[in-house]
């Protein structure tokens, strides 16, 4: 079962409180309709898809999308290493063919090993690029297997 106390400090953890409780209630029904995902370590972008799913009753007055990779019409780049590279956001919500950019996600499961380092120099580059200027930025790690249910990291950035 969802780890209640857990989303309650991710949604309170925001710098906008009220992107973080939309952000919180969507994982609670992401684990609350799809837990399933997570038992079987399904996908990290079948999860990232239902996610959006439950994103969008939450912001209505957005576009949220999976691995949107376009700024205006052309190709999503930032440097976020040494040079531009093209990115693919897990997760964004924005209003398309605008520079209206409000939440960019990053998501990871526990059975990925990966270190979280790339992802958070992306969302720091996706926030702070004067282009792409996203308001809030989060990284999670959802826990798969015997962990489904919880989100074992987050932080905003």
Same mark, same amino acid.
């Given at each position: 079962?969802?780890q209640?106390?857990?989303?309650?400090?991710?949604?309170h953890s925001?710098?906008?409180?009220?992107?973080?409780?939309?952000?919180a209630?969507?994982i609670a029904q992401?684990f609350?309709?799809?837990l399933?995902?997570?038992?079987?370590?399904?996908?990290?972008?079948?999860?990232?898809?239902?996610l959006m799913?439950h994103?969008?009753?939450?912001?209505?007055?957005w576009?949220?999308?999976? @691995?949107?990779?376009r700024?205006?019409?052309?190709?999503?780049d930032v440097?976020w290493?040494?040079?531009?590279?093209?990115?693919?956001?897990d997760? $964004?919500?924005?209003v398309? @063919?605008t520079?209206s950019?409000?939440?960019? $996600?990053?998501?990871?499961?526990?059975?990925?090993?990966?270190?979280?380092?790339d992802d958070?120099?992306?969302?720091?580059?996706?926030?702070?690029?004067?282009?792409?200027?996203y308001?809030?930025?989060?990284?999670?790690?959802?826990?798969?297997?015997?962990?489904?249910?919880?989100v074992?990291?987050?932080g905003?950035?």
């Amino acid at each position: 079962m969802p780890q209640m106390s857990q989303l309650d400090e991710l949604g309170h953890s925001c710098p906008d409180k009220v992107v973080g409780q939309r952000v919180a209630a969507a994982i609670a029904q992401l684990f609350a309709n799809d837990l399933a995902l997570f038992r079987i370590d399904a996908a990290e972008r079948a999860i990232a898809g239902q996610l959006m799913a439950h994103l969008r009753p939450q912001f209505p007055d957005w576009h949220v999308d999976v @691995e949107y990779n376009r700024m205006g019409d052309g190709p999503k780049d930032v440097a976020w290493n040494e040079n531009p590279e093209r990115v693919y956001p897990d997760i $964004i919500v924005h209003v398309r @063919e605008t520079h209206s950019n409000l939440l960019a $996600i990053e998501l990871k499961k526990s059975s990925n090993r990966e270190s979280k380092h790339d992802d958070v120099k992306k969302l720091v580059a996706y926030k702070h690029d004067g282009r792409l200027s996203y308001k809030q930025c989060l990284f999670v790690r959802f826990g798969v297997k015997e962990q489904a249910g919880t989100v074992v990291e987050c932080g905003w950035v």
